[in-house]
Nanobody, 120 residues
C-alpha cells in the first residue's frame, strides 16, 4: 500500500507565508503526477496546483503568482510554497499522488489533510 504524510500547516497572518510538504511512501514503483487540493468550510474541493514527474505545473487562477508547487523525485515528496496569503486561502489542504505500485497498479492516493488558517 501507499501512504502520503503531510506537514506544514498552521495559523498565519494575512500577507504571510507557509510551506506545505507531503511525502509518499510504501510499495512504490514510481510517483507520477502530484497535486494539492483544498476544501474550505461550506465549499467544494478545489484543485490548487499540480505537477508532473517531469516538472510541468498548473495552478488555479487564485494561486497563480502566489503559490509554487515543486517536487523531489528522489524523495517522493511534493511541496507547496504559499506566499502573500489571504483569508480566502483558509482551508484544509490535501496532498494527492498518482502512484504506480510495485505490482504495477496505478491509482490516486491521498494524504490526511493539513489545516491552513489565515487571519486578517
Amino acid at each position: 500500500q501507499v501512504q502520503l504524510v503531510e506537514s506544514g500547516g498552521g495559523l498565519v497572518q494575512a500577507g504571510g507565508s507557509l510551506r506545505l510538504s507531503c511525502a509518499a511512501s510504501g510499495s512504490i514503483f514510481i510517483v507520477r503526477t502530484m497535486v494539492w487540493y483544498r476544501q474550505a468550510p461550506g465549499k467544494q474541493r478545489e484543485l490548487v496546483a499540480s505537477i508532473t514527474r517531469e516538472g510541468s505545473t498548473n495552478y488555479a487562477d487564485s494561486a497563480k503568482g502566489r503559490f509554487t508547487i515543486s517536487r523531489d523525485n528522489a524523495k517522493n515528496t511534493v511541496h507547496l510554497q504559499m506566499s502573500s496569503l489571504k483569508p480566502e486561502d483558509t482551508a484544509v489542504y490535501y496532498c494527492g499522488a498518482d502512484v504506480t505500485t510495485t505490482t504495477i497498479i496505478t491509482g490516486r492516493y491521498w494524504g490526511q489533510g493539513t489545516q491552513v488558517a489565515v487571519s486578517s
